[in-house]
């Protein structure tokens, strides 16, 4: 059973604050690695993806992916309160099929 | 711009009742479709896919059924409908081809079945 594992929180990090939300995953075959953002009520939105070794950065947000320990992780710098959601962790195992994780409870106090 | 719609946003129906969800995409062509299940506090569980007009792939056995008719047009159907197919459905849309496979969400249709 190909698993994606994300710590479900509520992680509550001060304004301003780095944010760290984590994710492990099973399947060592897996290729592609997306962070999406889903505010209560509503669709997830994708944040970003990563596809190879180390650090990718998209304005605030940075990715990082270490496949030998088949952990991925999403750094939100300078966390505003319009950034508290629910983070899902998702990984492309091959075949059009994505496993997603439960998702990290993000609350950013003002 | 690539733009993915759903309807209906919200829908009531009773157990026994029939379902159908429709997905439509604007702005790509022969896309990969998807359609997925999220139950409250749970994460998305992919029910269906589809990579081109006709091809069906089903992930879990149920009592659900897709449809994709046209290349933009996904639709998620059920001749009777149970209580434990309530959720959040969501539909979804990829790029073919040599991209990552990134998924791209429609607003959802929140099911409630009594």
């Known amino acids: 059973q190909k698993e994606v594992e994300q710590n479900s929180g509520p992680l509550s990090v001060p304004e301003g604050a780095i944010a760290s939300l984590n994710c492990t995953y099973s399947?060592?075959?897996?290729?592609?690695f997306f962070w999406y953002r889903q505010y209560s009520g509503k669709s997830p939105e994708l944040i970003m993806f990563?596809?190879?070794?180390g650090d990718k950065e998209d304005g605030r947000f940075t990715a990082q992916l270490n496949k030998a320990s088949q952990y991925v992780s999403l750094l939100i710098r300078d966390s505003q309160p319009s950034d508290s959601a629910t983070y899902l962790c998702?990984?492309?195992?091959?075949?059009?099929?994505?496993?997603f994780g439960a998702g990290t409870r993000l609350f950013v106090k003002a | 711009s690539q733009t993915i719609h759903q309807w209906p946003a919200t829908l009531v129906q009773p157990v026994g009742s029939p379902l159908s969800l429709e997905c439509t995409v604007e702005?790509?062509?022969?896309?990969?479709l998807y359609w997925y299940r999220q139950a409250a506090g749970r994460g998305l569980q992919l029910l269906f896919y589809?990579?081109?007009?006709?091809?069906i792939s089903s992930e879990v056995p149920q009592n659900l059924s897709a449809s994709r008719p046209q290349d933009r047009q996904f639709i998620l159907s059920s001749k009777k409908l149970l209580l434990s197919d309530s959720g959040f459905y969501l539909c979804?849309?990829?790029?073919?081809?040599?991209?990552?496979?990134?998924?791209?969400f429609g607003p959802g249709t929140r099911l409630t079945v009594l």
């Open positions: 990563i596809y190879s070794n």
């Open positions: 979804a849309w990829s790029a073919g081809g040599l991209s990552y496979n990134e998924q791209f």
């Open positions: 399947d060592r075959g897996s290729q592609s």
């Open positions: 589809s990579v081109g007009i006709g091809q």
């Open positions: 702005g790509t062509s022969n896309p990969n």
């Open positions: 998702a990984v492309d195992t091959g075949g059009f099929k994505t496993i």
